[in-house]
Protein backbone atom coordinates (compact mmCIF):
# COMPACT_ATOMS: atom_id res chain seq x y z
CA UNK A 1 0.00 0.00 0.00
CA UNK A 2 1.35 3.29 -0.75
CA UNK A 3 -0.26 7.44 -0.49
CA UNK A 4 1.32 10.24 -0.59
CA UNK A 5 2.47 9.84 2.95
CA UNK A 6 2.40 6.23 4.02
CA UNK A 7 4.20 3.41 2.54
CA UNK A 8 4.01 0.04 3.71
CA UNK A 9 5.95 -2.34 2.37
CA UNK A 10 7.47 -5.83 3.31
CA UNK A 11 10.86 -4.48 2.34
CA UNK A 12 10.62 -1.74 5.19
CA UNK A 13 10.35 -2.28 8.60
CA UNK A 14 9.06 -5.69 7.99
CA UNK A 15 5.93 -3.83 6.29
CA UNK A 16 5.36 -1.67 9.26
CA UNK A 17 3.18 1.77 8.19
CA UNK A 18 5.91 3.94 7.98
CA UNK A 19 6.31 7.70 6.31
CA UNK A 20 7.10 7.55 2.98
CA UNK A 21 10.72 8.10 1.85
CA UNK A 22 11.47 7.34 5.38
CA UNK A 23 11.63 4.09 7.85
CA UNK A 24 9.68 6.23 10.58
CA UNK A 25 7.20 4.43 11.74
CA UNK A 26 3.23 5.95 11.34
CA UNK A 27 3.08 4.47 14.91
CA UNK A 28 5.79 6.71 15.75
CA UNK A 29 3.52 10.05 15.71
CA UNK A 30 0.27 8.80 17.33
CA UNK A 31 2.77 7.55 20.18
CA UNK A 32 3.76 11.08 20.28
CA UNK A 33 0.84 12.75 19.89
CA UNK A 34 -0.79 10.52 22.71
CA UNK A 35 1.51 11.07 25.37
CA UNK A 36 0.46 14.65 25.03
CA UNK A 37 3.24 15.90 23.12
CA UNK A 38 2.71 18.45 20.09
CA UNK A 39 2.83 17.59 16.41
CA UNK A 40 5.87 20.18 15.99
CA UNK A 41 7.99 18.09 19.09
CA UNK A 42 7.75 14.67 17.04
CA UNK A 43 8.83 16.82 13.30
CA UNK A 44 11.67 18.46 15.76
CA UNK A 45 12.32 14.93 16.65
CA UNK A 46 11.93 12.95 13.26
CA UNK A 47 13.64 15.77 10.68
CA UNK A 48 12.57 13.27 7.72
CA UNK A 49 9.33 13.29 8.53
CA UNK A 50 7.70 16.50 6.30
CA UNK A 51 4.91 18.41 8.06
CA UNK A 52 2.83 18.02 4.96
CA UNK A 53 3.65 13.86 5.14
CA UNK A 54 2.45 14.50 8.88
CA UNK A 55 -0.98 16.60 8.28
CA UNK A 56 -2.22 14.10 5.83
CA UNK A 57 -1.93 11.61 8.01
CA UNK A 58 -4.02 13.16 10.46
CA UNK A 59 -6.68 14.00 7.11
CA UNK A 60 -6.65 10.13 6.58
CA UNK A 61 -7.08 9.06 10.29
CA UNK A 62 -10.11 12.01 10.45
CA UNK A 63 -11.41 10.49 7.30
CA UNK A 64 -11.74 7.03 8.39
CA UNK A 65 -13.28 8.15 11.47
CA UNK A 66 -15.81 9.87 10.09
CA UNK A 67 -16.78 7.31 8.25
CA UNK A 68 -16.72 5.10 10.47
CA UNK A 69 -19.43 7.22 12.28
CA UNK A 70 -21.13 7.47 9.46
CA UNK A 71 -21.51 3.40 9.09
Do not use: C, H, S
Not at 6 to 12: G, K, R, S, Y
Not at 44 to 67: C, G, M, S
Amino acid sequence: MRTAAITVDPETMGGEPVFTGTRVPIQNMWDYLMTGETLDEFLENFPTVRREQALEVLVLADDLVKKAAAA
